[in-house]
């Protein structure tokens, strides 16, 4: 049974810290490119940062490169997303996403979502 259990997700001021953590289960961690999406309501999901299998390849969306870092650790399937000088409108649930391609389908998986509130 494929699991991605996010958590951190809290209540923070402007200029803060938070580091979300996804914590993958039923499937090969290693293979899959993982993802960190938000939504805040009445918006579509938005990715936020993707990383590769291997950690070569990551990309950011352009409102938070340079403040936001994405990271995984294969051997405890995890992937990690540290956000710092948190701004108000990074307000937004946070889900984990999992995603391979392996014989022309897409497999992917989301998790249930943790909230990031940014206020004074």
């Known amino acids: 049974q494929v699991q991605l259990v996010e958590s951190g997700g809290d209540l923070v001021q402007p200029g803060g810290s938070l580091r979300l953590s996804c914590a993958a289960s039923?499937?090969?961690?290693?293979?899959?490119?993982m993802g960190w999406y938000r939504q805040v309501p009445e918006n579509e999901r938005e990715l936020v940062a993707v990383i590769t299998g291997a950690g070569g390849g990551i990309d950011y969306a352009d409102s938070v490169a340079g403040r936001f870092t994405i990271s995984r650790d294969n051997a405890k399937n995890t992937v990690y997303l540290q956000m710092n000088s948190l701004k108000p409108e990074d307000t937004a649930v946070y889900y984990c996403?999992?995603?391979?391609?392996?014989?022309?389908?897409?497999?992917?998986?989301w998790g249930q979502g943790t909230q990031v509130t940014v206020s004074a």
């Open positions: 039923g499937f090969d961690f290693g293979t899959y490119t």
């Open positions: 996403n999992a995603e391979v391609w392996a014989g022309g389908i897409r497999y992917h998986y």
